[in-house]
């Protein structure tokens, strides 16, 4: 079956260094969704990328998807202390949608 | 408010009890899913019901059982509960299964 794997686990930053979270998946995806959730909140949905090559932007949040469809990355210029959370991605295809294991944010101010 | 309601917020119970977490789809949503989430662990998938019927099943123990009623709410049933079923459940809506889930603030579960 489908299985997506997000890397790293676990990311300490310092408050102004980048951050990239990545996410591959086993088969390749209709779409790919990322999710945030703050600590003690849930999942709050950020984007979906469809289109094979995709890339969007908002503000400091760059989101990929690669030219297979199988892989994505989120990646946080300059990172500020209301960046921190757990960072998602969810892999779409035929009905079935696998969430990552998340990348947990840690940025020290 | 993310419109996806979940009650109740928390809830405490003891070993070998059942209880039952209710949730309400944000308006328009005809997919509910049910999530678990142990403490620092990721989501755990466990069923998602379309209208009324269930469309898939995740690791959703035989202990666990859900529904999705005609208005639409779903509600999840643990029962036999034992000490490691504590976690949030967490509840999401969405148009349809390739669309962005929306969750709700989830149910915290705690068994004693």
């Known amino acids: 079956g489908q299985q997506v794997m997000q890397i790293p686990q676990y990311q300490h930053v310092q408050e102004g260094e980048d951050f990239t979270t990545y996410c591959n998946s086993s088969?390749?995806?209709?779409?790919i969704q990322w999710y945030k959730q703050r600590p003690g909140g849930h999942p709050v949905f950020l984007i979906q990328l469809v289109k094979s090559g995709e890339v969007k932007k908002q503000k400091r949040l760059t989101f990929q998807f690669g030219e297979a469809k199988k892989n994505s990355s989120l990646h946080i210029t300059a990172t500020q202390t209301t960046d921190v959370g757990t960072y998602f991605c969810?892999?779409?295809?035929?009905?079935?949608?696998?969430f990552g294991a998340g990348t947990r944010l840690t940025v020290k101010p | 408010d993310s419109g996806v309601t979940q009650t109740p917020k928390h809830l405490i119970t003891a070993t070998g009890q059942r209880v039952t977490l209710r949730c309400s789809p944000r308006s328009g949503d005809l997919s509910v899913y049910w999530y678990q989430q142990s403490l620092d662990q990721g989501l755990q998938f466990l069923i998602q019901?379309?209208?009324?019927?269930?469309?898939a099943k995740g690791n959703i123990l035989e202990r666990f059982s859900a529904q999705q009623f005609p208005d639409l709410h779903s509600e999840l049933n643990l029962s036999s509960l034992e000490l490691g079923d504590s976690a949030l459940y967490f509840c999401a809506s969405s148009r349809d299964s390739n669309y962005g889930y929306t969750f709700g603030s989830g149910t915290r579960l705690t068994v004693v």
């Open positions: 969810a892999g779409y295809n035929n009905n079935d949608m696998r």
């Open positions: 088969t390749t995806l209709s779409n």
């Open positions: 019901y379309y209208n009324g019927e269930e469309r």
